[in-house]
């Protein structure tokens, strides 16, 4: 063995000591996490315990009287017989046919009732159970689209869409089923497995003993198993969720794909991936789907030992040891070992939800923004209405998105009410990372932003945001009528106003094109033009006609004739209004009040755009190759 070899042998050995460690802190937690979400359920889950009692009662208490029901057949097709006991110790004649008739009945009614009395029990528990997890998982899906709104956008920047759509989906789907089987079928195997227990020893001690010995070699290994198979599952949830992303990010990247006829690349890259979880779920499965041939080989095993046990017995002619005794004992066998494989199965269940419900109750217990719900509403007068001159001021902003790389190191900047103010400069320069940290999606690491003479900070994020109309570069239509959105989130929107809002978008053509016009229901928002939904999410900034505008890159989808348009329209919305234009047409900026010329997270450069262009320095550079190439 040379040393690479052995280098992997420890790595592995580890990761595997890592995992063990890893899967008892999952197993604490996701407890703790059900426990808290489903108390609410706890009297339902006691009248299911209760259904389960009582179903363990009449299945354990079945057996005795076929015990009794097979002395009576046995004895009376016994020729030796004059008299035979029956039901409830009556005496009959061996001849009497209709007295033995009358016995069967009422032992074949009493089995019917018993066994008809278990399985609707058992009805009722699985019904509660079923119920009860499936509101669990309403709740925990609840929890988890609220949670997604609380928390930063700094969480997003670190997971992939499909790892987090896998933990609301499949996830939260698979700690509900395993609610659902595992302690229904847990609670019901323990009292089966004390009930069939008691119940052997009470029938026969010898062969209640013989069918113990069976229990060490059934117990070693569904341990063996377990240990095995709960780092598989917990892999394979992981595995899940990155292959999930997988898929999302090449249904977004069809186009890009197929321009560079990458489709090989791709296909390779996620038969990898597939073939990784393909494995992990093999190993999950082998190590979980053995417990049960040998669980029902031990069992046979089991049978034998009390046919042959038993056969000594009646040969020896113990006091009370009948063929009914036997009878009973190989549904008592049943009834004691079939716990144990359910059992077995039940922790499989268990370690699927265990997995499932680490990273459920992971999103579930990540750190979410600040509460500041406390604050005071900043922009409001003596009688309630939102009072916002509109100037902005910079003090000495720094930030980072982690601690490898400082975004904006140092900028300050001061703009008074209503000036149009156009941020420009190369990519990565952090003209977008401003416009983020001005609306509170990210938290300054240093320095302040106040509007109006006060911190964000000491304003609610709902308010500063409720003061902002935003124009994204990346633009978003949701399924739905083009009225809704349009009038997305704002209340009171007249007829009126989104007429004017579709006029000055140029949108009025489009409209009359849809068939039912406004009420037209986009299906998905890839079925319009990139240009179209440009129009519309301006359209929808018109709408909710804010006091401050934030504008990145509001024409970039939108030919060269739309533009001169979007920006006729853009300079009556941004007139008397503090607006802040992310540019990289330059052109689209001339008319601005002041231009920040960003590098680095740095203000280099400012003024109007004449004033810029005669200093000859970057901003003219910028302005001229863009000129040139156009």
Not at 106 to 133: D, E, H, P
Not at 244 to 267: H, M, P, R, S, W
Not at 348 to 355: C, D, E, I, L, S
């Amino acid at each position: 063995m040379n040393r690479k070899e052995r280098k992997a042998i420890n790595n592995t050995r580890k990761q595997q000591k890592a995992d063990k460690k890893m899967t008892k802190e999952q197993m604490k937690s996701t407890i703790k996490g059900i426990m808290s979400s489903g108390s609410k359920y706890m009297p339902w889950i006691v009248v299911a315990l209760i259904c389960i009692i009582g179903m363990v009662v009449l299945s354990i208490f079945a057996p005795n009287i076929l015990s009794d029901f097979t002395n009576l057949i046995t004895n009376y097709s016994n020729p030796s017989k004059t008299t035979i006991e029956g039901f409830n110790g009556v005496i009959i004649n061996a001849g009497d046919s209709k007295a033995f008739m009358e016995n069967v009945g009422i032992y074949g009614g009493i089995l019917i009732g018993l066994y008809a009395g278990s399985a609707v029990l058992g009805y009722c528990a699985s019904f509660i159970m079923t119920s009860v997890s499936q509101y669990f998982a309403k709740d925990l899906r609840t929890a988890m689209s609220k949670k997604i709104n609380r928390l930063p956008l700094s969480y997003f920047d670190t997971r992939q869409y499909g790892d987090i759509l896998s933990v609301v989906t499949n996830d939260i789907d698979q700690l509900g089923q395993s609610m659902q089987q595992s302690i229904s079928m847990m609670f019901q195997s323990i009292f089966t497995l004390i009930g069939a227990l008691i119940a052997m020893f009470v029938t026969s001690w010898q062969m209640a003993i013989t069918v113990l010995c069976t229990l060490p070699l059934m117990i070693a290994f569904m341990a063996f198993a377990l240990i095995l198979a709960n780092p598989q599952f917990i892999r394979r949830q992981k595995k899940l969720g990155e292959i999930e992303g997988e898929v999302e990010e090449t249904y977004n990247g069809q186009l890009v794909i197929k321009a560079f006829n990458a489709q090989d690349k791709t296909n390779a890259a996620f038969e990898k991936s597939n073939h990784e979880l393909k494995r992990t779920m093999f190993l999950a499965e082998i190590c979980g789907g053995t417990m049960q041939p040998f669980m029902s080989l031990i069992s046979y095993v089991a049978y034998a030992a009390v046919f042959v046990t038993g056969g000594l017995l009646l040969n020896a002619q113990v006091a009370g040891f009948t063929y009914g005794t036997i009878t009973a004992f190989m549904i008592y066998i049943n009834l004691f070992q079939s716990p144990l494989s359910q059992i077995a199965q039940a922790l499989n269940q268990m370690q699927m939800g265990v997995a499932s419900g680490n990273r459920v109750f992971e999103f579930l217990g990540a750190k979410e923004q600040e509460n500041d719900s406390n604050l005071p509403s900043v922009f409001e007068d003596k009688n309630g209405k939102e009072v916002v001159k509109g100037a902005v001021e910079f003090n000495h902003v720094n930030f980072s998105y982690d601690d490898s790389r400082v975004i904006i190191p140092d900028f300050s900047a001061s703009i008074k009410p209503g000036m149009k103010v156009a941020i420009v400069g190369p990519t990565g320069a952090g003209k977008t990372t401003l416009v983020n940290l001005l609306m509170r999606f990210y938290e300054v690491n240093g320095g302040s932003i106040s509007i109006d003479g006060i911190p964000t900070k000491d304003m609610q994020r709902k308010e500063v945001r409720d003061v902002f109309g935003m124009v994204l570069q990346d633009t978003w239509v949701f399924a739905g009528t083009l009225r809704e959105n349009l009038v997305y989130n704002t209340p009171n929107v007249t007829d009126e106003q989104i007429q004017q809002a579709i006029h000055d978008a140029h949108l009025v053509h489009y409209v009359r094109t849809l068939p039912g016009g406004l009420d037209y229901y986009i299906e998905d928002g890839n079925t319009i033009s990139g240009g179209q939904r440009q129009l519309i999410t301006i359209a929808r900034a018109m709408i909710k006609n804010a006091p401050l505008l934030i504008l990145d890159e509001a024409t970039s989808n939108v030919d060269t004739r739309t533009e001169e348009k979007i920006e006729e329209s853009m300079d009556r919305l941004t007139k008397g209004r503090t607006s802040f234009v992310i540019a990289h047409r330059l052109s689209t900026i001339r008319n601005a009040d002041l231009i920040l010329v960003m590098r680095d997270g740095n203000i280099i450069e400012q003024g109007t755009h004449d004033s810029l262009m005669n200093q000859n320095g970057f901003y003219a550079s910028l302005y001229n190759s863009q000129f040139s190439m156009e």
